[in-house]
């Protein structure tokens, strides 16, 4: 989408998906949790010799913030009446201020009253003049969608490095982000890991 034009997209057979971070979390470590070979770690200091396989998600505050990522920000707002069609999404809003980087919106409705309205970047994270999210999202959901009346029912905040991180380490195992997961067009992120996941379950024995 931009101020002259628009792509639309139809996909019957693949809908676009949105799975709820918390609950898939703590459906996959409840299971994860009854396996008493498996530990959890917040960070490299609780990690002791006595773990035979070290997996490793952990994107560090020393990655190089000169190079370009996504960061975002998006609030679910709830309104009064039925104004979303949940039978569309407005995935890449590019008519909006792009302030010498490339920033678009995107419009995720849940149902006809509630919606995801995310503020998306990409840029280096140098640039702090950048990172006014809650303005951002203001204007976007008072004047580009016209909504003056909303609540404000979760907010969600983060950055994806869109660069292949370079923390090698013979002794562990890197996952996710940290082991070249995400689609650096997209920032996608999700299916690649579970391509992974798979690929490690078969062939652990052989991975040095």
């Not at 949790?33 to 960070?43: E, G, Q």
Request: proline share 2%.
């Amino acid at each position: 989408n931009t101020s002259k034009n628009s792509i639309e997209l139809k996909s019957e057979n693949y809908p676009y998906q949105s799975i709820d971070s918390g609950k898939f979390y703590n459906k996959i470590n409840s299971v994860l949790s009854k396996n008493k070979n498996i530990f959890f770690c917040k960070n490299l200091q609780e990690i002791n010799s006595d773990h035979s396989i070290i997996f490793n998600s952990l994107i560090n505050d020393e990655m190089d913030k000169s190079k370009i990522w996504q960061h975002f920000q998006g609030v679910e707002i709830e309104v009064s009446k039925n104004i979303f069609d949940d039978k569309i999404l407005n995935l890449m809003d590019f008519n909006c201020e792009q302030r010498n980087s490339v920033h678009f919106f995107y419009t995720l409705p849940f149902s006809k009253n509630r919606a995801l309205i995310e503020t998306t970047w990409l840029s280096n994270l140098q640039d702090k003049t950048l990172m006014d999210y809650d303005i951002q999202l203001k204007n976007y959901i008072e004047k580009n969608l016209g909504i003056k009346d909303y609540k404000i029912k979760f907010q969600e905040k983060g950055a994806i490095p869109l660069f292949y991180p370079q923390n090698k380490n013979n002794e562990q195992i890197n996952i996710g982000s940290a082991g070249g997961m995400t689609r650096l067009s997209t920032g996608y992120t999700f299916l690649n890991i579970q391509e992974h996941s798979r690929y490690l379950c078969k062939n652990i024995e052989n991975i040095k």
